[in-house]
C-alpha cells in the first residue's frame, strides 16, 4: 500500500511527504497491522530498473511548522527522512547497498510481512522431509523485531551455528536470556533429537543449569558439571581435569613461569616426575631401566655434592637430605617400593655413610657412592634420559615436588647458586597447586588416565552421549578458571584434528564462553605460547568446531577472537570504551547502529552478520525456562515481612 511520494533524493537519505489522505501512522493491511511512522521502520520504492529499495525511517517531521506557526494541525504536510538499506532484485534477493536510486515522485509504500521474509531469506519450509523422511529443521526463531513492528524473525540454523558468533552487552542486558533460548529453540524442534550435536558450556557464573533443568526433548541429554566437588550437589556431577593432561606451554602460564629459566626447569620437572612414575607402573623390563636410571641420578647427584667447595658437614647433610626425600618417594607407593627393593638397599647404604666425625666424612660417603654407581649401566640410563614424556601422557602429581627438589639439587651441584631465586615463584605457585583446596579437581584422576578416557567422562559413549554439557565454573579463581577453558578447548581441538575426511563435518562442536573477557583477554604478563582460543577462532571452521562468545567487556577480549565472529547479537552497552573497540574490530558499524545499542532495553538487541541479510534491531524471546540471571528486588528484600520463628 501506498503512503506518499519521494520529493528530495541524494547519496544517503530520501525525503518523503506522506499522502494527505493517510491518517495517524498505521495503515490495516489484510489484518495486518504495520506502523510506519516510529523511528526505525520499513518502508519500500521501486528504481527505474524494478528493482525494490528498502529504506528505514531515521527522521518525522512536519514541514508546516515553523516559528509562525506553532500549533498542532492534523492536515498539515508530513514528511520523513529515509535511510536506504538494501535492494531486493528478483533474480538475486535481497543484498546490502543501493545501485541505481528511485526518482523524484516515486511511490513509497509499505515494507510487508512478506517483503521481510524476502529480505531473512525464511520464505522457506521450517523443515523439509529428507530420503529417510526425517525432518531436516532450517531455521529457529530468535525474537520479535523492533523496526517492523510485532513480526516474529527467524534465523537460518546453518549461517548461525556454522561460524562463530558473539553476544555483548553490560551486565544485565540480556546476553544469559540470548543464549539459553538458542539453544533452548534447537533441541525444543519436533521430531529432531539432536544426536549430531554437541554444546559445551562453560559457565562462569552458575546460572545456566536452571535454564535447562526442564528439557522438553528428552532425547536431549545434559550432562552438568561443577569442579571441587566429592559427589553429586545440586545435580552437578564431579568435574576432573587430571594435571596430566596440561601441556608444558599450560603448566608454564598456570606457574606464572618465565622462558628464560622457568620454563626449561619446569619441563625437567615433569620429565623426571614421569620417570617416578615408571617405576612402579611398567613390565618388569622398563622397571629395571627406571630403577637402573634412579640409581644413576643419585650417584650424580651425590657425586656433585660432594664436589662442593662446602664443609664436610655441609656436604654431608645435604646429600643425607637427598638420600631420605628419595627414600620417602619410593616407599609412598608399594607398586615402587617393591621395584625398587635393590636400590632402597644401596640408599641405606649410602645414609649409612653419612656420618660426621669431628666435622670430616673421611671420603667413606665417596667410597659407597662408588661402590653404587659401578651397578649402573649408562647406556640404558642414557635411553631413559632420551625418553620424552608425550603431552597426554599419564603420571601421579605427588612426584613433582620431589622432581623440584631433585633438579634444584642438580643446578646446586653445577654451581647455579641463583636457580632457587629464580624459580621462587613458580615453586610457590607448584604449592599452590598441591595443597588449596581450589586445585583438587586437578589433582585427582577419578580413574581418567589418558585423553581418551577424558572425552568419554566428559561428553559419555554411544547411547548415552550428551549433546549439552554445562561445566558451572562460578567457584574457581581467576588462574584456575584460564588454565580450565584453555585446556578443555585444547583437548577438544586437538581430537576434532584428528579427524579426516568427511568425518571432519560429522557431530561439530560449539563452545558457549560466557564471560569470556575473564580467560579469552587481548593482554597477558604470562602468556601462553599460542592463545588456543585464538588458534580455534582461526582454524575451528575447518574441522567443525565452533565458539559462541559472550562477554560484558568486548574491550578486554582478544582481538584475534573477536574479528573472526561472522554473526554478533549486540545487546546494550553504554560503555565508550565498549563501543569504540566493537567499532574498531567491525568497520562497517555506523553511528546508527551505535544509538539503536546504547538506546536498547534489557532484552533488546542489534543483530547483524552471517544469519541475517539486513542489521536487525531485535526484542528477543524470552527463555523458557530462565537463566539464573535475574536482579535482585532490593524493595522487595528491603521491606518483606520478618518470617516467624517456632
Not at 144 to 168: Q, T, W
Not at 542 to 554: A, D, E, G, I, N
Request: charged content about 25%; glycine content about 4%; hydrophobic content about 35%.
Amino acid at each position: 500500500m501506498k503512503i506518499g511520494k519521494i520529493i528530495s533524493i541524494n547519496y544517503s537519505q530520501l525525503k518523503v511527504k506522506i499522502a494527505s489522505e493517510i491518517r495517524g501512522f498505521s495503515i490495516n493491511l489484510h489484518g495486518n497491522v504495520y506502523y510506519f511512522g516510529n523511528i526505525g521502520s520499513y518502508l519500500k520504492v521501486t528504481n527505474a530498473v524494478d528493482e525494490i529499495i528498502i529504506c528505514e525511517v531515521v527522521s518525522i517531521f512536519d514541514s508546516d511548522l515553523s516559528q509562525e506557526k506553532l500549533s498542532f494541525d492534523i492536515e498539515s504536510n508530513r514528511e520523513l527522512l529515509l535511510k536506504p538499506i538494501g535492494t531486493i532484485n528478483k533474480d538475486e534477493g535481497f543484498a546490502l547497498g543501493v545501485g541505481v536510486f528511485p526518482s523524484l515522485y516515486s511511490d513509497v509504500s509499505i515494507v510487508t510481512f512478506d517483503d521481510m521474509k524476502l529480505i531473512l531469506r525464511t520464505n522457506i519450509n521450517e523443515s523439509e522431509p529428507k530420503v529417510d523422511e526425517k525432518k531436516v529443521h532450517k531455521i529457529f526463531s530468535l525474537g520479535v523485531s523492533k523496526n517492523l513492528i510485532n513480526y516474529p524473525v527467524d534465523v537460518s540454523i546453518d549461517s548461525f551455528f556454522n561460524i562463530h558468533s558473539a553476544v555483548l552487552g553490560n551486565s544485565g542486558s540480556g546476553k544469559s536470556n540470548t543464549i539459553a533460548h538458542i539453544i533452548q529453540e534447537i533441541h525444543k524442534k519436533e521430531d529432531c533429537s539432536a544426536i549430531g550435536s554437541r554444546i559445551l558450556i562453560f559457565d562462569v557464573n552458575g546460572e545456566y543449569k536452571k535454564a535447562f533443568e526442564k528439557n522438553n526433548n528428552t532425547s536431549i541429554r545434559i550432562k552438568y558439571y561443577k569442579p571441587n566437588i566429592k559427589d553429586e550437589v545440586d545435580g552437578y556431577m564431579p568435574f576432573y581435569l587430571p594435571h596430566f593432561l596440561l601441556s608444558l606451554d599450560e603448566w608454564s602460564a598456570f606457574l606464572l613461569a618465565t622462558d628464560a629459566t622457568q620454563r626449561p626447569f619446569w619441563d625437567k620437572v615433569l620429565q623426571e616426575s614421569y620417570r617416578f612414575y615408571r617405576i612402579g607402573n611398567s613390565d618388569v623390563t622398563e622397571q629395571k631401566m627406571f630403577v637402573n636410571y634412579l640409581r644413576y641420578r643419585i650417584c650424580n647427584l651425590i657425586f656433585s655434592t660432594l664436589r662442593q667447595a662446602d664443609t664436610d658437614t655441609a656436604r654431608i647433610t645435604t646429600a643425607a637430605s637427598i638420600l631420605g626425600s628419595i627414600t620417602s618417594i619410593i616407599k609412598s607407593k608399594p607398586p615402587i617400593e617393591k621395584a625398587a627393593a635393590d636400590l632402597l638397599v644401596d640408599i641405606h647404604n649410602l645414609q649409612e655413610a653419612c656420618v660426621i666425625d669431628y666435622g670430616a666424612n673421611g671420603d667413606r660417603l665417596e667410597r659407597a657412592t662408588e661402590e653404587v654407581s659401578e651397578k649402573v649401566d649408562s647406556t640404558e640410563a642414557q635411553k631413559v634420559i632420551n625418553a620424552k614424556i608425550k603431552n597426554g601422557e599419564f603420571f601421579d602429581r605427588r612426584f613433582l615436588k620431589i622432581a623440584a627438589e631433585l633438579i634444584l639439587l642438580e643446578e646446586d651441584a653445577r654451581g647455579n647458586r641463583q636457580i632457587r631465586g629464580y624459580t621462587a615463584t613458580m615453586l610457590t605457585r607448584l604449592d599452590y597447586f598441591l595443597d588449596n583446596s581450589g586445585c583438587e579437581f586437578m589433582r585427582e584422576c577419578n580413574g581418567i588416565d589418558s585423553v581418551r578416557k577424558y572425552m568419554k567422562e566428559l561428553w559419555g559413549v554411544d547411547e548415552n552421549e550428551s549433546q549439552l554439557v554445562i561445566i558451572d565454573t562460578s567457584e574457581l579463581s581467576p588462574d584456575v578458571l584460564e588454565t580450565l577453558t584453555s585446556v578443555t578447548s585444547r583437548l577438544l581441538f586437538d581430537e576434532r584434528k584428528k579427524l579426516i575426511g568427511d568425518a571432519r563435518r560429522k557431530n561439530p562442536v560449539h563452545l558457549v564462553l560466557d564471560e569470556a573477557h575473564r580467560y579469552i583477554k587481548k593482554h597477558y604478563e604470562y602468556l601462553l605460547k599460542e592463545n588456543i582460543f585464538e588458534k580455534i577462532a582461526r582454524e575451528g571452521r575447518k574441522y567443525s568446531f565452533f565458539l559462541l562468545v559472550s562477554s560484558q567487556r568486548p574491550s578486554e577480549l582478544s582481538e584475534t577472537v573477536l574479528s573472526q565472529c561472522a554473526n554478533f547479537i549486540v545487546h546494550r552497552i553504554q560503555n565508550e570504551k565498549d563501543m569504540h573497540y566493537i567499532q574498531a574490530i567491525l568497520p562497517y558499524f555506523s553511528d546508527d547502529f551505535t544509538n539503536k545499542i546504547k538506546q536498547s532495553v534489557p532484552g533488546e538487541a542489534l543483530v547483524f552478520g552471517n544469519c541475517v541479510s539486513m542489521p536487525l534491531h531485535l526484542k528477543i524471546h524470552k527463555a523458557k525456562p530462565s537463566p539464573n540471571s535475574e536482579n535482585c528486588k532490593i524493595p522487595e528484600e528491603w521491606f518483606k515481612k520478618r518470617e516467624k520463628t517456632i
